[in-house]
Nanobody, 122 residues
Framework: QVQLVESGGGLVQTGGSLRLSCAPS????????MDWYRQGQGKDRELVATITTSGVTNYADSGKGRFTISRNNANNTVYLQMNSLKPEDTAVYYC????????????????WGQGTQVTVSS
């Protein structure tokens, strides 16, 4: 079964940068809207940024001016560039796809990756 796979998390100091990536585990036909969510310890999962197929983006207030979401439609990969990181950005970051269409044209809705840990030290 196709999965979304995140990478790029890690430990960084306050003010540092990380770039997260998310790609399907195998070739697919297409993905519609893609999002990044995060969940801090003891907190609810929250939307960080979203990007449509045409490249329209939207950000939560917490990441505006610091985070940039982008995507490569050729390989159905989404990225999250995070700059000026703060300790409060520490969380597991999840990739989400609204609709994914597989090579054999199966439609998979509400797809989540397994998450990648981002830790920002003070």
């Amino acid at each position: 079964q196709v999965q979304l796979v995140e990478s790029g998390g890690g430990l960084v100091q306050t003010g540092g940068s990380l770039r997260l990536s998310c790609a399907p585990s195998e070739s697919i036909l297409s993905i519609t809207r893609m999002d990044w969510y995060r969940q801090g310890q003891g907190k609810d999962r929250e939307l960080v940024a979203t990007i449509t197929t045409s490249g329209v983006t939207n950000y939560a207030d917490s990441g505006k001016g610091r985070f940039t979401i982008s995507r490569n439609n050729a390989n159905n990969t989404v990225y999250l560039q995070m700059n000026s990181l703060k300790p409060e950005d520490t969380a597991v970051y999840y990739c989400h796809a609204d609709l994914l269409i597989t090579i054999d044209r199966r439609r998979m809705y509400n797809c989540w990756g397994q998450g990648t840990q981002v830790t920002v030290s003070s």
